[in-house]
């Protein structure tokens, strides 16, 4: 007992006791967007042109963080002045429409407690279950969601976990573009799930296609039949930004 208790007076907490207002540093530039009103036609033009998911749109000029990959070649061209993403790593919402982002628009990605389906809150709040699917995807999401149960984030205190089976599953955490292989395994994954169950889609793959959106490859059908109740946007999406936005669908924040 007595080592124990020296090994934890030398180390301290590892984990982050304030999990909804940590900061991060200034170099994370995964964040959300701030657009200024004074981009050229021009460097719209160049900017549209560039994007490699076209999750920029001229006018008015806009970024889509659905479709972005955060790959900065905007901000070359435009300057960082102009667009500067910042190290705002709340941007989860459960409006799709959320996730684009405004020249002059300098306002918080918000979750809409009003949308939250009642019997989320009602049954979740204390405790949520979580299978997670790899439709495709290249295992960086899933390095980062594995990330959020780390000493550093430790997501299960409040109640967040994942689980192997869908039958001890409350939703599905989808990460990847969603491939044809995997679009049958994903409906009967989700099939397995008991009723009331959630769709949490993490990535900028799993959103929107990503730089795969126009590949004959995939099958996003599975989308377009059931309601997503969590877009965690990013590539890749920081471990805080999943967290966060649980909690508050949860109806913990």
């Known amino acids: 007992m007595l080592d124990e208790i020296n090994i934890l007076?030398?180390?301290?907490?590892?984990?982050?006791?304030?999990?909804?207002?940590?900061k991060?540093?200034?170099?994370?530039?995964?964040?959300?967007?701030?657009?200024?009103?004074?981009?050229?036609?021009?460097?719209?033009?160049?900017?549209?042109?560039?994007?490699?998911t076209q999750a920029i749109e001229k006018q008015p000029f806009s970024i889509d963080l659905g479709k972005c990959t955060f790959c900065m070649e905007c901000v070359k061209i435009c300057g960082k002045d102009k667009i500067?993403?910042?190290?705002?790593?709340?941007?989860?919402?459960?409006?799709?429409?959320?996730?684009?982002?405004?020249?002059?628009?300098?306002?918080?990605?918000?979750?809409?407690?009003?949308?939250i389906?009642?019997?989320?809150?009602?049954?979740?709040k204390k405790s949520i279950k979580l299978r997670q699917i790899s439709a495709g995807g290249d295992a960086s999401q899933e390095w980062e969601l594995g990330a959020t149960n780390n000493v550093n984030f430790d997501c299960s205190r409040f109640g967040i976990d994942f689980v192997a089976s869908p039958r001890h599953a409350d939703g599905i955490v989808i990460?990847?573009?969603i491939?044809?292989?995997m679009h049958q395994a994903i409906q009967i994954c989700y099939d397995a799930i008991p009723k009331p169950k959630l769709i949490i889609l993490v990535g900028t793959e799993a959103i929107s296609g990503g730089i795969f959106q126009n590949n004959k490859a995939l099958n996003r059908t599975f989308l377009d039949k059931n309601i997503i109740d969590l877009y965690?946007?990013?590539?890749?999406?920081?471990?805080?930004t999943f967290i966060n936005g649980m909690l508050q669908i949860m109806g913990n924040i």
């Open 175 to 177: 990460t990847g573009p």
């Open 232 to 240: 965690i946007p990013g590539s890749l999406p920081h471990p805080l």
């Open 84 to 115: 500067n993403f910042t190290n705002d790593y709340k941007t989860a919402t459960n409006n799709r429409n959320n996730l684009i982002i405004k020249a002059g628009d300098d306002k918080p990605i918000l979750i809409e407690q009003k949308i």
């Open 9 to 22: 007076f030398h180390q301290g907490k590892q984990f982050i006791p304030n999990i909804t207002n940590a």
């Open 179 to 181: 491939t044809e292989n």
């Open 24 to 52: 991060l540093p200034i170099n994370f530039t995964n964040g959300r967007p701030i657009i200024s009103n004074n981009i050229t036609s021009q460097e719209a033009d160049l900017a549209n042109a560039i994007c490699p």
């Open 117 to 124: 389906r009642p019997e989320i809150k009602n049954i979740f």
